[in-house]
């Protein structure tokens, strides 16, 4: 039988690779003018760190991590996410202690056992940043204006940014109570998960898109009426630094993400044009989450975007992107001038000049038909005479043109391209 990818895995083959290494070389532009360093944590973690982490009630722990024991018998989880290592490795090398506040991104595959569709798959990628060691709402805004200057560098204008606060440890039990208290008699509305998150975490019912859970929470009350003193504040320091960026926003109270450990401010992208998963991305802040995982009690705020999510909604908005995998010039020559032919293309290459040449046993039709297919624009011949008189025969494939020219002259072309 033939061996194929795993069933939600995808190979990212040239030239759809450039769109990949187009929207990273900008998303560390950037980051790095946003004073952002780059870190990397592993693939996989003791299991413990997510379920501590992203909450042992979540869709993605309870059924959808990629779990397996090693051979001393540890748990060990691919990370479906990079939030809870990136803290983890914040408190593991005490960088609280190196003074100031951390600001990291990431780019990097993560896993999730999910039902794949389109925008949806079990190994996808994400980059992401993360502002931790500060409770300042001016994190929140920077970590969603960092994610709009990545979109508008793109030429992206089609998506809309909602922004909801789900409270903190203090205020949200009551808002749960009450939202309880509300939906007791819809209860037989409710999807089966529903029925579970009634009574585990009922935030989530909001959340839900079954239109039964839909209509029963239609006029639920609203978690930012229930905040406390402290996230109220916060809440209303957001949206008013987002209006003094002019950032355009759009407050949803059903929003609420599917990460436990999200506290105050919440927040999510959505595209157009990518039907039920529009979400390119989502964040906000986890002023919890270091002591779920075994550290001192440190602030964080964030955000991660879907890289195939994103490479969609690029593409259904028509964006193009630059072309990397243009070469310079293409080498053609006869076999008998192979040697020479051969050193010649690494002297060009020494002097920068992208070149390139046909592997393989090939006429000099063969071989200017592959220099035109890769769309070069410059092709080069050799042959006996050629090296004899020690000069190139150029052609300039785009308007057929072709003249005698030295090696020197071959350079100063390329110098001026
Ligand atoms: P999340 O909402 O679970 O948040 O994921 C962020 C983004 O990753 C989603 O909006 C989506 O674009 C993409 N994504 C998630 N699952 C898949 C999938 N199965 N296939 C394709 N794309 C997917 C987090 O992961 C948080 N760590 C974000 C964060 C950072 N919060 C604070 N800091």
Same mark, same amino acid.
């Given at each position: 039988? $033939?061996?194929?990818?795993?069933?939600?895995?995808?190979?990212?083959?040239?030239?759809?690779?450039?769109?990949?290494?187009?929207?990273?070389?900008?998303?560390?532009?950037?980051?790095?003018? *946003?004073?952002?360093?780059?870190?990397?944590?592993?693939?996989?973690?003791?299991?413990?760190?997510?379920?501590?982490?992203?909450?042992?009630?979540?869709?993605?722990?309870?059924?959808?991590?990629?779990?397996?024991?090693?051979?001393?018998?540890?748990?060990?989880?691919?990370?479906?996410?990079?939030?809870?290592?990136?803290?983890?490795?914040?408190?593991?090398?005490?960088?609280?202690?190196?003074?100031?506040?951390?600001?990291?991104?990431?780019?990097?595959?993560?896993?999730?056992?999910?039902?794949?569709?389109?925008?949806?798959?079990?190994?996808?990628?994400?980059?992401?940043?993360?502002?931790?060691?500060? #409770?300042?709402?001016?994190?929140?805004?920077?970590?969603?204006?960092?994610?709009?200057?990545?979109?508008?560098?793109?030429?992206?204008?089609?998506?809309?940014?909602?922004?909801?606060?789900?409270?903190?440890?203090?205020?949200?039990?009551?808002?749960?109570?009450?939202?309880?208290? *509300?939906?007791?008699?819809?209860?037989?509305?409710?999807?089966?998960?529903?029925?579970?998150?009634?009574?585990?975490?009922?935030?989530?019912?909001?959340?839900?898109?079954?239109?039964?859970?839909?209509? =029963?929470?239609?006029?639920?009350? #609203?978690?930012?009426?229930?905040?406390?003193?402290?996230? #109220?504040?916060?809440?209303?320091?957001?949206?008013?630094?987002?209006?003094?960026?002019?950032?355009?926003?759009?407050?949803?109270?059903?929003? &609420?993400?599917?990460?436990?450990?999200?506290?105050?401010?919440?927040?999510?992208?959505?595209?157009?044009?990518?039907? =039920?998963?529009?979400?390119?991305?989502?964040?906000?802040?986890?002023?919890?989450? =270091?002591?779920?995982?075994?550290?001192?009690?440190?602030?964080?705020?964030?955000?991660?975007?879907?890289?195939?999510?994103?490479?969609?909604?690029?593409?259904?908005?028509?964006?193009?992107?630059?072309?990397?995998?243009?070469?310079?010039?293409?080498?053609?020559?006869?076999?008998?001038?192979?040697?020479?032919?051969?050193?010649?293309?690494?002297?060009?290459?020494?002097?920068? &000049?992208?070149?390139?040449?046909?592997?393989?046993?090939?006429?000099?039709?063969?071989?200017?038909?592959? =220099?035109? #297919?890769?769309?070069?624009?410059?092709?080069?011949?050799?042959?006996?005479?050629?090296? !004899?008189? $020690?000069?190139?025969?150029?052609?300039?494939?785009?308007?057929?043109?072709?003249?005698?020219?030295?090696?020197? !002259?071959? *350079?100063?072309?390329?110098?001026?391209?």
């Amino acid at each position: 039988m $033939k061996i194929v990818a795993p069933k939600g895995t995808r190979d990212i083959l040239p030239p759809e690779i450039n769109k990949w290494h187009y929207i990273e070389s900008i998303i560390r532009e950037v980051m790095n003018l *946003y004073s952002f360093y780059e870190i990397r944590t592993p693939i996989f973690e003791y299991t413990e760190l997510f379920q501590r982490g992203i909450g042992d009630t979540t869709d993605i722990v309870n059924k959808e991590m990629y779990t397996f024991l090693d051979k001393k018998g540890r748990s060990i989880t691919l990370r479906p996410e990079n939030t809870a290592s990136v803290v983890r490795a914040y408190i593991e090398h005490k960088m609280y202690g190196l003074g100031g506040v951390g600001k990291f991104y990431y780019i990097g595959p993560m896993f999730r056992y999910e039902r794949p569709q389109a925008g949806r798959q079990r190994q996808f990628h994400q980059y992401g940043m993360e502002i931790i060691g500060t #409770k300042d709402p001016k994190a929140d805004v920077e970590i969603i204006k960092a994610t709009e200057e990545i979109y508008k560098r793109l030429g992206f204008t089609d998506y809309k940014i909602l922004i909801n606060s789900v409270g903190c440890p203090k205020c949200r039990p009551y808002y749960e109570e009450e939202l309880k208290l *509300y939906l007791k008699d819809k209860y037989d509305q409710l999807c089966d998960d529903c029925k579970v998150r009634y009574h585990k975490n009922p935030l989530r019912i909001l959340d839900c898109k079954r239109e039964g859970c839909r209509r =029963a929470t239609e006029s639920a009350p #609203k978690i930012i009426d229930y905040l406390c003193e402290e996230c #109220k504040i916060h809440f209303e320091k957001v949206l008013s630094y987002l209006d003094a960026l002019n950032i355009k926003y759009e407050i949803n109270h059903r929003l &609420v993400r599917g990460l436990d450990y999200y506290t105050k401010t919440a927040f999510e992208v959505i595209a157009g044009g990518l039907g =039920a998963q529009d979400a390119v991305g989502g964040g906000g802040r986890y002023d919890g989450l =270091a002591q779920e995982i075994g550290g001192k009690e440190i602030p964080g705020v964030g955000f991660a975007g879907g890289m195939e999510r994103l490479i969609l909604a690029l593409s259904h908005a028509g964006i193009e992107f630059p072309r990397e995998d243009i070469q310079d010039l293409f080498v053609v020559f006869r076999e008998e001038v192979e040697k020479e032919a051969f050193a010649l293309i690494f002297r060009l290459r020494e002097k920068g &000049v992208k070149a390139d040449y046909a592997l393989g046993k090939k006429s000099i039709k063969a071989q200017l038909k592959e =220099a035109d #297919k890769k769309g070069v624009k410059y092709v080069v011949i050799i042959g006996e005479e050629e090296v !004899e008189k $020690k000069i190139l025969t150029l052609k300039n494939m785009e308007t057929g043109e072709g003249k005698k020219i030295t090696e020197k !002259e071959l *350079y100063k072309l390329f110098e001026k391209e």
